[in-house]
């Protein structure tokens, strides 16, 4: 199993230029987000669904797009790229009910610079 | 609306020392979930465990045990005897109504765990 598979693991942009984050999971999770990490601030929910079809804005979701097509991918989506949106992003996956409830399994991350 | 604090952001002790992490949520819910993860130097993100709202037994794993208390919303974590590979970012998070549906999942800021040799 790949388990939650994240690209590009590294990536440079321009302020303005636009570009998309992908993940995909291939565990029939229903259950995917975006997080991102900075400094001293932990991991903060950008975007999650619950299912194909279905998302929801997490804590710090300005600036960002998310869509869910498929049970499989989850790409986020960065509309004009700002020096403040620098940072690691990770997409996690659960599933809902059974005895792996809510735990996530994590991507390896992307870290992102914006120049 | 669900919070969680890790108020200690950086510790460090010597080997073989025991250590706790502090946790505290905020939630209004009844039924939800708390966990630990662990992030190595190397950067991923490591499931350690997963508690339910339900159930305030402690747990002890080897040298991890955890203390869940509803009474005081606290949900910490103590190693003991640790160990330099005990190094490492460890983050609490909380999930809400996590029994019926999936919800979001929430973290703490995460505290910074230094063993020295």
């Known amino acids: 199993n790949a388990g939650v598979t994240q690209t590009p693991k590294f990536q440079v942009l321009k302020t303005g230029q636009s570009m998309t984050l992908q993940c995909a999971q291939d565990m029939n999770h229903e259950y995917m987000s975006w997080y991102r990490q900075d400094p001293g601030m932990g991991l903060r929910l950008i975007h999650y669904s619950v299912g194909a079809g279905i998302t929801d804005q997490g804590e710090v979701p300005n600036g960002y797009n998310v869509s869910r097509s498929t049970t499989e991918d989850f790409p986020l989506r960065l509309l004009s790229a700002a020096p403040s949106q620098t940072s690691v992003y990770f997409c996690a996956s659960s599933p809902p009910l059974g005895s792996g409830a809510n735990v996530l399994t994590f991507g390896a991350g992307s870290r992102l610079t914006v120049l | 609306a669900q919070k969680v604090t890790q108020a200690q952001t950086e510790i460090s002790v010597v080997e073989k020392e025991d250590v706790t992490l502090d946790c505290v949520y905020e939630?209004?819910?009844?039924?939800?979930?708390l966990f630990w993860y662990k992030q190595p130097p190397s950067g991923e993100l490591v499931f350690l465990i997963r508690?339910?709202?339900?159930?305030?037994q402690n747990e002890i794993s080897g040298r991890y045990s955890w203390n869940f208390q509803k009474s005081t919303s606290s949900f910490n974590f103590t190693i003991t005897a640790s160990q330099v590979v005990d190094s490492a970012v460890y983050f609490c998070?909380?999930?809400?109504?996590?029994?019926?549906?999936?919800?979001?999942?929430?973290f703490g800021s995460g505290t910074r765990l230094s063993i020295r040799p």
């Open positions: 508690r339910n709202s339900f159930d305030e």
């Open positions: 939630t209004r819910d009844t039924t939800y979930y």
């Open positions: 998070a909380l999930s809400e109504r996590g029994y019926s549906s999936a919800s979001k999942i929430i």
